[in-house]
């Protein structure tokens, strides 16, 4: 059992601050931590004071990735039968609120993998991502080998995936897996402010923008300019979008309701 909370929260005015709390197992996802951070965002998720959310771990690392000495009890059928890692995939991608993940350290394996269920990626210049699975025997087993190659393309992620090398801040910036870039004293600072200016929009307008930018990765482009337009259309039946083009003809801020 922990000792201490595996995940801290806290807030900057809208904006909910998980930290991962595992510092001396470099915050690597155990059964304990996955459902404490599952439960820290669905609280965000329902919360009406908050408008978006910012993950984050510590200098050392984001996340190292999944617990080493858990997961070697696990055998085929227990790790079948029990969809591991499944339900920290899931949990997170049922959140409606945006997610911005403040990359610091080590994000390798599962913890590359949690970051990339984030919907934005801030690092910081010492930031090192991998999915070095493949030196364990095994493969990437929460997304990595679906999110990466959407992220960075085919030949890079069979790169990483295939070779168990890593990817810095920089490079990884370059690549498209990281939006920005930043000292690492300043990554979380930057991403809270982030997510201050999404959290200032109106909330149902925010979550259709990333339902529909989601969307965009699982259907064709013909499909998805579908889903896009119902979304738009549907946007003109809101209070905020009367408000915000009555805002824009008056030249003042719009006063959202979120309705």
Same mark, same amino acid.
């Given at each position: 059992?922990?000792? /201490?909370?595996?995940?801290?929260?806290?807030?900057?005015?809208?904006?909910? %601050? %998980?930290?991962?709390?595992?510092?001396?197992?470099?915050?690597?996802?155990?059964?304990?931590? %996955?459902? /404490?951070?599952?439960?820290?965002?669905?609280?965000?998720?329902?919360?009406?004071?908050?408008?978006?959310?910012?993950?984050?771990?510590?200098?050392?690392?984001?996340?190292?990735?999944?617990?080493?000495?858990?997961?070697?009890?696990?055998?085929?059928?227990?790790?079948?039968?029990?969809?591991?890692?499944?339900n920290l995939n899931d949990g997170i991608v049922a959140i409606h609120k945006p997610v911005i993940g403040a990359i610091n350290g080590y994000a390798l394996g599962g913890g590359c993998e949690l970051a990339m269920m984030c919907d934005i990626l801030y690092a910081g210049r010492g930031a090192v991502f991998g999915q070095p699975e493949i030196k364990l025997g095994t493969i990437p087993g929460a997304g990595g080998t679906q999110r990466?190659?959407?992220?960075?393309?085919?030949?890079?992620?069979?790169?990483?995936?295939?070779?168990?090398?890593?990817?810095?801040?920089? /490079?990884?910036?370059?690549?498209?897996?990281?939006?920005?870039?930043?000292?690492?004293? /300043?990554t979380v600072t930057r991403a809270i402010e982030t997510a201050q200016k999404i959290a200032s929009f109106s909330a149902p307008v925010v979550a259709m923008a990333k339902e529909a930018v989601n969307e965009a990765e699982e259907l064709g482009l013909k499909n998805g300019l579908h889903f896009e337009s119902r979304l738009y259309h549907s946007s003109f039946g809101l209070a905020d979008h009367v408000e915000g083009f009555e805002a824009f003809l008056q030249k003042r801020e719009p006063r959202w309701t979120h309705k």
């Amino acid at each position: 059992m922990e000792s /201490e909370p595996t995940v801290l929260t806290r807030e900057e005015g809208n904006v909910g %601050i %998980i930290t991962l709390n595992r510092p001396k197992a470099l915050n690597a996802l155990n059964a304990t931590l %996955i459902d /404490e951070l599952l439960a820290a965002l669905r609280s965000y998720d329902r919360s009406s004071d908050i408008g978006a959310i910012v993950m984050t771990g510590n200098n050392k690392a984001f996340c190292a990735g999944a617990d080493i000495r858990e997961q070697k009890e696990l055998d085929f059928v227990r790790a079948y039968n029990t969809d591991y890692l499944k339900n920290l995939n899931d949990g997170i991608v049922a959140i409606h609120k945006p997610v911005i993940g403040a990359i610091n350290g080590y994000a390798l394996g599962g913890g590359c993998e949690l970051a990339m269920m984030c919907d934005i990626l801030y690092a910081g210049r010492g930031a090192v991502f991998g999915q070095p699975e493949i030196k364990l025997g095994t493969i990437p087993g929460a997304g990595g080998t679906q999110r990466l190659i959407r992220a960075i393309g085919k030949s890079k992620a069979m790169d990483m995936i295939l070779t168990g090398g890593t990817m810095k801040s920089a /490079e990884a910036e370059a690549a498209g897996l990281v939006a920005k870039i930043f000292d690492d004293e /300043e990554t979380v600072t930057r991403a809270i402010e982030t997510a201050q200016k999404i959290a200032s929009f109106s909330a149902p307008v925010v979550a259709m923008a990333k339902e529909a930018v989601n969307e965009a990765e699982e259907l064709g482009l013909k499909n998805g300019l579908h889903f896009e337009s119902r979304l738009y259309h549907s946007s003109f039946g809101l209070a905020d979008h009367v408000e915000g083009f009555e805002a824009f003809l008056q030249k003042r801020e719009p006063r959202w309701t979120h309705k």
